[in-house]
């Protein structure tokens, strides 16, 4: 019988998508449910259907999973941001794992007994240190700040967060009090018009910094001072305030112009041991305690001794690298935008770190003419975007012929496609670590040590 939207059917959720979503199946057919835990029996009304799958939506629970837990959080599923609040941090922890360790067994052709446990964070809430917030007016015309809905420009509000930084909570009290005193109305996409487009906080776990940034379609706010006392006076961490203009017709955040209101206009965080400045231009990992698990674990893994040349491709701003740099004998670092290795150099120089490159360029073609100039590093580190890497760069990075290759990588499905050709050219899977950097989100990061056979 064909399935058609708006039938019922019964079902146990079986597993979940790499989005989070619950899977079950139905006259064999894979149906994708949101906000449903493995383990749940349920009543699912399918929304839409597909030639092999279909959409459902959870219709009537009727014996929950035991590893359901009660939300926290008002608008969980509709914001967008987390796709595991109903279910307990273990139990993610464990589909986490789970979901590596299939990508890599199946897709990599790894022995599963290569890959560790997962590296859970100590508490799956507050970690984000970086919240950029779209300004709204809600339905009583107050200025409110929220998230946008999944594939949407619909804002849907919010006061707290649990996965961003206690203290943002307090920021987005403070600014909204100020945005409805002085009446500045928020920006609307459509007409191009109004002032406040995003409220952008971040900060430093470590040094206890904040930052407040006002992304406005306006190069001064009629009443910046104001702003400043008030946020001075209820917000002991401030650190900096910035105003950041954008009155381009644009759906990225920031534009390029920024104008310091209050303190140095950037703060200042503590990772590994060295001392990372960011500014609201500049990348810094968004969860700092994890950030520093994995670059350990990348370091313990690289097994240096003290003199060899390490090549860290993908470096950004050059951290897991510079974290690793007092222990090789060179270091250098490959990233494609400009203003990441302007940061990296600085990075470097700020830290006291004389035997760092960076070089600002494609990693596939900066590793051909690294080649050919003779270059063989002892260890490569790889920590692509999501696409993973170009084979062009792997049959680089295997004529340089490096004992070691570490590779940490946000995809686990182009991680193992990756690993495969790795081992098709000499060099094996000695181990594979997932890390939790994002509890609660669908996410998940692995970091793993490839040999030279
Ligand atoms: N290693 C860094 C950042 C990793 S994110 C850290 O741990 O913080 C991946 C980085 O790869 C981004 O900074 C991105 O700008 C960069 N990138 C993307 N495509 C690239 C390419 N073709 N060549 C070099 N770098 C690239």
């Known amino acids: 019988m064909e399935m058609k939207k708006n039938d ?26 949101p906000a449903v835990a493995a383990g749940d029996k349920a009543r699912i009304r399918i929304v839409k259907t597909a030639k092999n799958y279909a959409f459902g939506k959870l219709e009537e629970l009727l014996e929950p ?18 796709s595991f609040r109903h279910i307990s941090y273990a139990s993610e922890l464990a589909f986490k794992r789970k ?33 950029q917030l779209p300004i709204t007016l809600d339905s009583d015309g107050k200025v409110r700040v929220g998230f946008f809905a999944p ?28 945005a409805n005193r002085m009446n500045l109305p928020p920006y609307d996409e459509q007409t191009h018009s109004g002032i406040l487009r995003h ?46 203009t954008n009155t381009e017709k644009t759906n990225v955040i920031t534009g390029k112009q920024c104008r310091t209101l209050y303190g140095d206009g950037y703060i200042t965080d503590e990772l590994c041991g060295l001392r990372f400045r960011i500014s609201p231009l500049s990348f810094y ?38 974290s690793m740099a007092h222990k090789v004998g060179k270091l250098i670092g490959v990233e494609i935008i400009p203003q990441a290795i302007e940061d990296a150099r600085r990075n470097a120089a700020e830290n006291g770190i004389t035997n760092a490159e960076f070089i600002c360029a494609d990693a596939a073609e900066a590793a051909i ?32 012929s490096p004992q070691r290759i570490v590779y940490v990588s946000c995809n686990a499905a182009t991680l193992a496609r990756d690993i495969k050709l790795f081992a098709e050219n000499g060099y094996s899977l000695q181990q594979a670590i997932p890390v939790d ?15 030279r056979k």
Request: aromatic letters at 6%.
């Open 8 to 33: 019922i059917y019964e079902a146990e959720i079986i597993d979940y998508t790499n989005e989070g979503s619950g899977i079950c199946k139905i006259n064999g057919i894979a149906v994708f449910v």
């Open 65 to 82: 999973s035991p590893d359901r837990v009660c939300s926290d959080c008002e608008i969980f599923v509709r914001c967008g941001g987390c």
């Open 99 to 131: 979901f590596v360790a299939d990508a890599l067994t199946r897709i990599g052709g790894a022995d599963s007994s290569l890959i560790g446990e997962i590296v859970g964070a100590d508490t799956p809430d507050h970690y984000r240190n970086k919240a």
């Open 151 to 178: 594939r949407s420009h619909r804002v849907i509000p919010l006061d707290t967060c649990q996965l961003q930084a206690e203290v943002f909570n307090d920021a987005i009290g403070v600014f909204l009090d100020w």
């Open 199 to 244: 409220l952008y906080l971040r900060y430093a776990f470590r040094t206890n910094e904040l930052m407040v940034c006002v992304v406005a379609n306006a190069h001064e706010l009629r009443k910046e001072k104001q702003l400043v006392q008030m946020l001075t006076e209820k917000l002991p961490a401030l650190k900096t305030v910035v105003l950041n």
């Open 285 to 322: 990992q968004v969860n700092r305690d994890q950030a520093e698990r994995l670059y350990t674990l990348a370091s313990e893994l690289a097994g240096l001794k003290g003199n060899e040349t390490l090549l860290d491709l993908y470096c950004g701003t050059g951290t897991i690298g510079l």
């Open 369 to 400: 003419r690294l080649h050919q100039r003779g270059l063989h590093p002892d260890c490569v580190i790889l920590d692509p975007p999501r696409k993973g890497c170009d084979s062009a760069l792997i049959e680089t990075v295997v004529r340089m």
């Open 437 to 451: 950097m994002f509890p609660r989100t669908n996410h998940v990061e692995c970091v793993v040590c490839i040999q």
